[in-house]
């Protein structure tokens, strides 16, 4: 408990800095930050190019912020908040049927991940890529919030106190939110992870 | 005439928005009267640094080697976070080793780098030695150097550490 | 235990499959599981699912993505200034003082020639910007001088060499 205050304290005490003025404290921020919430994003909107964008809008509207900002809340809450907000803002306008449509296309756009110290075999790489084909369409065929609080509490691990007040919910909200993405995620992952 | 006195009125008072609004916008370059000259070179440089802007910043850090950046980011913040108290007595200490003349000011970086790679508890005992050594007059502690107990307690290196450290630290409160 | 299944309360069950359960719950629970073949079952697809998400990593980051953010900000700082100045104009021009406008603008053009205000220039330049290394310097300086006083007997200050 003493260590997630100090945390608290650590990061909104940066971000009072920069209040003041101080942009060492903002970069410390970014430096920090940039990666969780480029990767949440992007898993959210499963587009690298769109996940950074969205990412800097997050980082620039913190930085807008920095005169009113009041530590009401930790700080990544209010962060996660923000890129939210805006992914899901990008997932509801017309750009979200073009994901759909690459989903079902072929391998993903980034380089194929090393299973083990040794090179991957054609075999490996194409049951990686297909593996992470069915996770990927598993969570982009969750609704927008369950799909948002999975990935705060599996990749995040935020609590469910956390979650919720990221998405502006209750608690008791947050748990039915997760238990039905799980379930769904359960149909359609099980067979895959089972050893 | 009623409109000439409107337009003369008008322009001052723009023109006395645009005054204060760059003045309101320009930082006090300047360091609060009545602080020591040293302090304000320390000030200056840590100031002056966080007030450029982040781009500013990171075209500055970039210039160097990635780890050089990020020990750079590190120190600063944790110069930054210390509380004010603790940023004072540390100003202090400063001031002390900026007024050094250079050759002196290389010595006891040395010998800071040094102490800075002794085990803690020899730090401890190299700490208290300075510590005691200074309250001696130069006699004292001259005849303390030339002792038998300071040389069979202290390393060669630690017996230069203390001596230069003491010699060019000013004491701690 | 109340089985979670039955007690329609999934949390505990998720928890053991993200292994966030202490010890003393987590034998709890897999006593339960010996004798629920529902839960047992369930837990064995959450488990499944953990791992299946395990698989989803990311890609890095670009190598530039701080300097394409600090120019948005600059950017947006730069614009800002501008938008603040000459939007309390905006009305007048619409409506009629044409001839105070062109007064305004040339008190404006002399304001920014005389005095140029320091939160709109992009960068400092000459004597105003400190170089990288004169920061190191100061900083490496006086991180020295803080561990040397960190050593002092009965200073409490963590020491954590940086």
């Known amino acids: ?195 | 005439m009623r409109s000439v006195l409107l337009q003369f009125g008008f322009a001052a008072v723009l023109a006395a928005g645009a005054c204060s609004l760059s003045g309101a916008q320009q930082p006090a370059e300047q360091p609060p009267a009545g602080q020591p000259a040293v302090e304000q070179r320390l000030n200056a440089v840590l100031d002056r640094w966080n007030k450029m802007s982040p781009e500013e910043r990171e075209r500055e850090l970039a210039k160097l080697p990635p780890e050089r950046a990020r020990r750079i980011r590190l120190l600063l913040h944790r110069y930054n976070l210390m509380n004010p108290q603790e940023q004072q007595a540390l100003r202090q200490r400063y001031r002390t080793f900026s007024e050094l003349p250079q050759a002196e000011k290389e010595t006891v970086r040395q010998r800071l780098r040094e102490f800075r790679q002794l085990p803690r508890e020899r730090q401890v005992t190299v700490h208290a030695e300075v510590d005691e050594l200074r309250r001696l007059p130069d006699a004292q502690r001259q005849a303390r150097y030339e002792s038998a107990e300071f040389r069979g307690r202290y390393s060669p290196q630690e017996r230069q550490i203390i001596k230069d450290l003491t010699e060019y630290l000013e004491p701690e409160k | 235990m109340n089985c979670p299944m039955e007690s329609h309360d999934p949390e505990m069950l998720v928890a053991y499959a993200a292994g966030q359960l202490d010890q003393e719950a987590v034998a709890a629970f897999e006593e339960h599981l010996s004798g629920c073949p529902e839960c047992s079952a369930t837990a064995a697809d959450q488990m499944a699912v953990w791992q299946a998400l395990d698989v989803w990593e990311t890609p890095s980051v670009s190598p530039d993505f701080n300097r394409r953010l600090y120019h948005r900000i600059e950017t947006e700082m730069r614009l800002s200034w501008w938008e603040r100045l000459t939007r309390p104009f905006h009305p007048l021009v619409l409506r009629r003082i044409l001839p105070l406008t062109a007064t305004a603008a040339l008190l404006l053009m002399a304001g920014l020639i005389l005095e140029r205000p320091a939160a709109v220039a992009p960068a400092t330049k000459g004597a105003e910007a400190v170089r990288a290394e004169q920061v190191e310097r100061t900083l490496e300086d006086l991180e020295l001088l803080r561990q040397f006083s960190a050593a002092r007997p009965g200073n409490n200050e963590h020491r954590d060499a940086m």
């Open chain 1, 1 to 195: 408990m003493g260590v997630v205050a100090a945390a608290l304290d650590y990061d909104a005490e940066l971000m009072l800095r920069v209040k003041d003025g101080d942009g060492a404290s903002f970069a410390l921020l970014l430096e920090k930050h940039r990666a969780p919430v480029i990767h949440f994003v992007y898993r959210l909107v499963q587009e690298q190019a769109v996940a950074e964008e969205l990412a800097q809008e997050v980082f620039l509207r913190v930085y807008r912020s920095r005169s009113s900002y009041e530590p009401t809340a930790k700080f990544t809450t209010w962060l996660f908040r923000i890129a939210t907000h805006l992914a899901l803002n990008w997932l509801r306008d017309e750009k979200h049927e073009r994901m759909q449509e690459r989903l079902d296309d072929g391998p993903p756009d980034f380089p194929a991940r090393e299973v083990s110290d040794r090179r991957p075999s054609v075999e490996d790489q194409l049951m990686y890529q297909a593996r992470l084909a069915e996770v990927r369409r598993a969570v982009a065929g969750l609704p927008e919030k369950q799909r948002a609080a999975v990935l705060m509490h599996k990749y995040e691990e935020m609590d469910y106190v956390q979650i919720a007040k990221v998405l502006g919910c209750s608690e008791s909200a947050v748990k039915s939110l997760l238990f039905r993405a799980y379930e769904t995620l359960r149909a359609r992952l099980a067979h895959m992870g089972r050893i």
